[in-house]
């Protein structure tokens, strides 16, 4: 990928590779590393410096790790954090690693609101100071037919709109990310109507695989792979892993998501993987895993078909694309 290779981050800021392995031999060794997990219901500090340490702290703790990418090797972070498409930061792949810092993440908020009993915004350290993190590794696989590996830390989405209690006219979820034009360049241009806005129906939100994600590779979200938090849908296209999320809002009518607005030919609104139904393009049946020569095999619901196939069934997925 050295094509794509622009300014680093200070080194203070990435953990490589070969770091995070090694923290993870010791955790696996049950040697405890860095601050205690901080206990929920704990007050959070709210300064952004502490907060980061205590975020830390919490995933150096010994999180649970599912392994949902049929043993496939993770993408080198180096890769994860350089290859991107966040366009708020701007079109190129390597633009948001490059105005990674352009993206303030401190303070942050979250509004849950819509058909929910007990709607609110909380600061994010409360939110996360509810929540159980753990670590999933799962494919992410872009609709311009390139995937990666990447091993996320959060914790279900599920999780998060139970507390609100969802009304039964609660049918699908609608995520918009941050809008603030006077630093995301990408914002001041009309590439899409902004902000970035994705939705789901409510029993694919509601589905155990369904993540919110504050992190990856063992550290706090890079800013460029969509800080603080984001969505991650691994059965999806990438575009529906919406990242840098400010407000959820539950509906009864279906909300039209970014891309779909953009151009409806191009994108569904459901998006699952689908390697028999091609865009118009980019062939679907095949993609470039980023870090290997050659192509593999596009699978189905982009290998997640045992958990979610049924989530479709009696569905024309040639039609609801
Ligand atoms: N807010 C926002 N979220 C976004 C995007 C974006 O441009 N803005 N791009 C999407 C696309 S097209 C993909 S493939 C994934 C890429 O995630 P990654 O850069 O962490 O691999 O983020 C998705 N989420
Ligand atoms: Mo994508």
């Not at 699978?299 to 045992?306: P, T």
Request: glycine residues 6%; proline residues 7%.
């Amino acid at each position: 990928m050295s094509r794509y290779r622009y300014p680093a981050l200070p080194e203070s800021e990435v953990t490589p590779k070969a770091l995070f392995d090694a923290r993870r031999r010791f955790l696996r060794r049950g040697v405890a590393l860095g601050a205690a997990a901080a206990a929920p219901g704990l007050l959070w500090p709210r300064d952004a410096a502490a907060w980061r340490e205590a975020l830390q702290g919490r995933l150096d703790d010994d999180l649970d790790t599912r392994r949902l990418a049929g043993g496939e090797a993770t993408t080198d972070y180096e890769d994860a954090t350089s290859y991107n498409n966040f366009y708020e930061l701007g079109n190129r792949k390597s633009d948001p690693e490059v105005f990674a810092h352009k993206l303030v993440t401190d303070p942050w908020s979250l509004t849950v609101e819509g058909e929910v009993d007990k709607p609110g915004t909380l600061a994010l350290e409360d939110v996360l100071a509810r929540e159980t993190l753990e670590e999933r590794i799962y494919r992410l696989r872009c609709v311009e037919a390139w995937s990666m590996v990447i091993p996320w830390i959060g914790f279900p989405l599920r999780d998060l709109l139970e507390r609100h209690g969802p009304t039964s006219r609660a049918k699908y979820v609608l995520f918009e990310a941050i809008h603030d034009p006077d630093n995301l360049r990408g914002q001041r241009r009309s590439i899409l109507d902004w902000p970035y806005r994705e939705a789901l129906r409510i029993d694919e939100a509601m589905h155990p695989l369904t993540l919110l994600a504050v992190g990856m590779y063992g550290e706090i979200m890079p800013n460029q792979n969509g800080a603080p938090i984001r969505l991650v849908v691994p059965w999806k296209y990438g575009f529906k892993s919406i990242k840098s999320v400010v407000r959820i809002a539950l509906t009864e009518e279906r909300p039209t998501p970014s891309w779909v607005a953009q151009n409806p030919e191009e994108y569904g609104f459901y998006a699952n993987v689908n390697p028999h139904v091609d865009h118009p393009r980019w062939t679907q049946a095949r993609e470039r895993r980023i870090g290997e020569r050659g192509k593999r095999e596009t699978l189905m619901f982009n290998g997640y078909g045992d958990e979610v196939a049924d989530l479709y069934s009696g569905m024309d997925l040639d039609r609801h694309y």
